[in-house]
């Protein structure tokens, strides 16, 4: 199994909602990561998780939280979001944190904030 | 500050041969990576370059030169379904991998 699943695929919520976004891997991957990519823009990074231990935050507002609560799952919780957070959520994942593995993207959660 | 430019669009025809460039000034370097991307898709895996020089795979081959904090990729024989975003990225940090994405570079491939 060399894919990363995310669910739900598409999401709309309002400012006032609380919602997650959720990823999955099966591969034995310690490093998971969570991306943020606007419209023909390149992803950029929000948070990385190596280990199940939070080792990166790309100083996010806090409305994201993420959560690790295994080695194969990874969660964004989204509170009081704005509308400038609509954007396709990535989730990745690779071996481990080092520099020359690569990442497996899964298919992202395409977010409206209205 | 980290920067990574790459062309916005390009245009190549079926069976061609296309050069997509890179180059990039970041804080520190651990690896460059090239990503495609086809709308409303996950990126995929290319390749990766740490050392100088050509690395070929397939169709595609990627070069980096670290002095000159540049990058290639090469694609052969191109087919309509190459047509996509094309995403250099650079990785940097300590103990735990960053990547920081180029802007991206959009391939039409035309018959």
């Known amino acids: 199994d060399t894919e990363v699943t995310q669910t739900p695929k598409h999401l709309v919520m309002g400012m006032t909602n609380k919602k997650s976004l959720k990823c999955e891997q099966h591969m034995g991957h310690r490093a998971m990561y969570w991306y943020k990519q606007k419209a023909k823009k390149p992803p950029e990074l929000m948070f990385v998780y190596s280990y199940e231990k939070l080792s990166i935050n790309e100083s996010v507002p806090s409305r994201f939280s993420p959560e690790c609560p295994n080695s194969s799952l990874l969660n964004l919780h989204l509170h009081a979001l704005q509308p400038e957070d609509s954007a396709l959520y990535l989730c990745?994942?690779?071996?481990?944190?080092?520099?020359?593995?690569?990442?497996?993207f899964g298919p992202g959660t395409r977010l409206t904030v209205l | 500050g980290q920067n990574i430019d790459q062309p916005t669009e390009m245009t190549a025809t079926e069976g061609a041969i296309v050069q997509i460039n890179c180059t990039y000034q970041?804080?520190?370097?651990?690896?460059l990576f090239w990503y495609q991307q086809h709308a409303g898709e996950a990126p995929t895996f290319l390749s990766y370059?740490?050392?100088?020089g050509l690395e070929e795979k397939g169709r595609f081959s990627s070069f980096l030169s670290r002095s000159k904090g540049y990058s290639y990729l090469l694609l052969k024989e191109l087919q309509m379904k190459d047509s996509a975003s094309y995403l250099c990225?650079?990785?940097?940090?300590?103990?735990?991998?960053?990547?920081?994405f180029g802007t991206g570079t959009l391939l039409a491939v035309q018959p």
């Open positions: 970041t804080s520190g370097f651990n690896g």
């Open positions: 990745a994942s690779s071996q481990d944190g080092d520099s020359s593995n690569e990442q497996f």
């Open positions: 370059n740490v050392l100088d």
């Open positions: 990225a650079v990785a940097y940090g300590g103990a735990t991998n960053k990547l920081i």
